[in-house]
């Protein structure tokens, strides 16, 4: 895929075609990182580097106007090529999106920024990998992401330290059905 070709998915998915659903996955797996401006953007895995998909602008924004709940999951690097960043000084990788209502938003990435997420053998990162153990849990979205952030940060030991941010409240994949996804 291109950044044209995410883009354009990422738009199809807020458009009216899923107007019947009450919440909307959107899922990349790939390369990325912040720029000199703090943007947090991703790249296809087959990218040469130079174009690169804003998640803010390119992605996210697609859904403001969106009346349902949306979940978005980055697996990728949040890291910086510019000798400024710091650990010290971590902006949210979410720079001007406002997760707060009316939009129900929730982002999850495999690390925080500034960090560089760690590739599996076969089936995805580290974080993908054990973000999926956890799926069929009957508890809500967050918990899993707890539980998803904890195994991972202990399995590299402090190197990769997944990252969330969400407004949408306690999300049940299936279990409760009114609630559920």
Not at 22 to 51: C, N, Q, T, W
Not at 75 to 96: H, R, V, Y
Request: hydrophobic residues 35%; charged residues 25%; glycine residues 8%.
């Amino acid at each position: 895929l291109t950044c044209a070709d995410i883009a354009c998915l990422a738009k199809a998915a807020a458009s009216e075609k899923f107007i019947g659903y009450k919440y909307i996955a959107f899922y990349f797996a790939g390369h990325g990182g912040i720029d000199e401006y703090k943007r947090s953007f991703v790249l296809p895995m087959k990218a040469d580097g130079k174009e690169r998909l804003f998640i803010e602008e390119n992605i996210l924004s697609y859904f403001k106007d969106v009346n349902k709940g949306c979940l978005f999951f980055f697996d990728c690097c949040l890291s910086s090529n510019s000798s400024k960043s710091t650990q010290d000084s971590q902006p949210s990788p979410i720079k001007g999106f406002k997760l707060r209502a009316p939009i129900k938003c929730l982002v999850a990435y495999a690390t925080s920024t500034y960090h560089k997420s760690q590739g599996g053998k076969v089936g995805g990162g580290v974080w993908t990998s054990n973000l999926c153990e956890r799926l069929s849990k009957e508890v809500s979205i967050s918990d899993i992401l707890d539980q998803t952030h904890d195994a991972v940060y202990d399995k590299l030991e402090g190197e990769q330290p997944p990252h969330y941010e969400s407004c949408l409240g306690a999300v049940y994949l299936k279990g409760i059905s009114d609630k559920s996804i």
